[in-house]
């Protein structure tokens, strides 16, 4: 049995099969956290770590909010579930409204999951069923993005472009998938702040994948409007402009992947606010419930929404055969309503936005240091590229992972890029002390 000693005595690490962790690794380097409030995590070994991540991108409004408690408890009471399938709690409707006056003019329907991977599937079986109604059964192809991170369903890794999330599975890959180049060249815009303005000429490649295959043969294109698992990569000046031009011009429905990007982390509702470009879905999870109590979702043009149930058959005939139990469970939707009212009431996106200079000049404050290939941020969001070790992928990371710990936060690690996304609760003091131990870290890791 592997145990580790900490302050809660001895914890049996030898059942728990960590989800994408190197376990190996983790059993000589494990990192406990014990208990959350505000900004901030506490970890095995008494330390204050400052949330520089926002939990996994997940926990905007920082941790252990008694609102949303509240909401869940006072929902528990009332009615802790409610069948999903012919029926409904009085909640999820009210929050399915709520998400929909949030989301661009247009977007007006809204399907619940559970996370973000169930929300991409969602997203990409609307789309094929939409078209197969539209009388066009042959647009079944689906074009993703290289370096993009769809979640770990079938179809999500399948549109999906992080190598190592394929490989393994190369046997269960979804046929009639292409992937767009993905944008960051840094020969060409490295310690760009904001969007780069090199690269929106990348969206013409999808001109190539419709020529070669036929508009006619392609359902969707589905991208994060910025990609964050692979280590925030912006999109260049227009580009997704481009994207939606060419979308539009062939019939092919635009999916913007939200789920990181959704409820204000860059300073605006959704992405497709900030960028000014509307797709035709949007799949979110994470923020909804401030990370508490899973769920997820897709918002979905209205008359996507008409076209699949008006050719639905008969009244009394389920016109879209998916679902599961836990859709528009009424406890998640409750932390959802507690979340979107903290969001209004203490006016988290504008803070967010508010917050950007702060992160993107600590950031950039860090270029020259040795071993930094590249500074990168746009929104409440940013990364800095690490010279890797020689050989050992991912390693230099780690050790500046480890070094911020040692220093009083935490970070993610993304390849060999270090991600950060504070809290929208965060002062400018605290995100300027992030940056600065993330420059401390890597002055250490190097
Ligand atoms: N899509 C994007 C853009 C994500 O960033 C993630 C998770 O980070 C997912 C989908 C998958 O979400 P989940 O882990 O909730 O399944």
């Known amino acids: ?85 012919q029926m409904a709690s009085e909640t999820a409707f009210r929050l399915a409204s709520r998400i929909a006056k949030m989301a661009p003019a247009g977007l007006d329907k809204v399907f619940f999951t559970n996370s973000g991977s169930e929300a991409v599937d969602t997203a990409l079986k609307i789309a094929i069923g939409y078209h197969r109604v539209m009388g066009n059964a042959s647009r079944t192809r689906l074009i993703g993005r290289d370096r993009a991170y769809h979640g770990v369903g079938i179809a999500g890794i399948s549109v999906g472009g992080m190598v190592a999330n394929r490989k393994m599975f190369a046997s269960m890959m979804m046929p009639g998938v292409d992937h767009l180049p993905h944008t960051l060249n840094l020969s060409q815009m490295a310690f760009s702040r904001g969007q780069p303005k090199w690269g929106a000429h990348l969206a013409e490649e999808l001109e190539k994948i419709v020529t070669l295959h036929d508009a006619n043969t392609i359902a969707a294109v589905i991208m994060e409007p910025v990609q964050g698992s692979t280590g925030v990569i912006v999109p260049p000046d227009g580009y997704l402009q481009k994207i939606r031009e060419i979308c539009t011009k062939h019939g092919i429905l635009l999916i913007f992947d939200e789920v990181i990007t959704g409820f204000g982390r860059l300073g605006a509702n959704f992405g497709a606010d900030r960028f000014g470009v509307t797709p035709d879905m949007i799949t979110f999870a994470k923020g909804i419930t401030n990370g508490v109590i899973p769920m997820g979702g897709v918002i979905v043009r209205g008359d996507i929404y008409d076209s699949i149930i008006t050719n639905g058959g008969q009244e009394q005939s389920i016109e879209f055969f998916h679902g599961y139990t836990y859709s528009g469970h009424p406890i998640p939707a409750a932390a959802g309503h507690a979340v979107l009212d903290i969001f209004e009431s203490d006016d988290l996106v504008n803070r967010a936005r508010a917050l950007e200079p702060v992160l993107e000049d600590g950031l950039h404050a860090l270029k020259g240091k040795s071993g930094i290939l590249d500074i990168r941020n746009f929104g409440l969001s940013g990364a800095v590229e690490l010279d890797p070790v020689p050989g050992k992928p991912g390693l230099r990371s780690m050790k500046v992972l480890e070094a911020c710990i040692e220093k009083g936060a935490l970070v993610r690690v993304a390849g060999d890029a270090i991600a950060a996304g504070p809290p929208f609760i965060s002062t400018p003091e605290e995100v300027q002390f992030l940056c600065s131990v993330l420059g401390e870290a890597i002055d250490v890791a190097m």
């Open 1 to 85: 049995m592997t145990t580790i000693n900490n302050s809660s005595g001895g914890i049996d690490m030898s059942a728990y099969w960590l989800p994408f962790t190197p376990n190996r690794y983790f059993q000589h380097h494990p990192k406990i956290m014990q208990s959350a409030k505000g900004a901030y995590y506490y970890d095995d070994h008494g330390r204050k770590l400052f949330d520089g991540l926002s939990g996994l991108w997940c926990s905007p409004l920082g941790h252990a909010d008694p609102r949303i408690g509240a909401a869940i408890q006072k929902q528990f009471e009332t009615m802790d579930y409610c069948p999903a399938f």
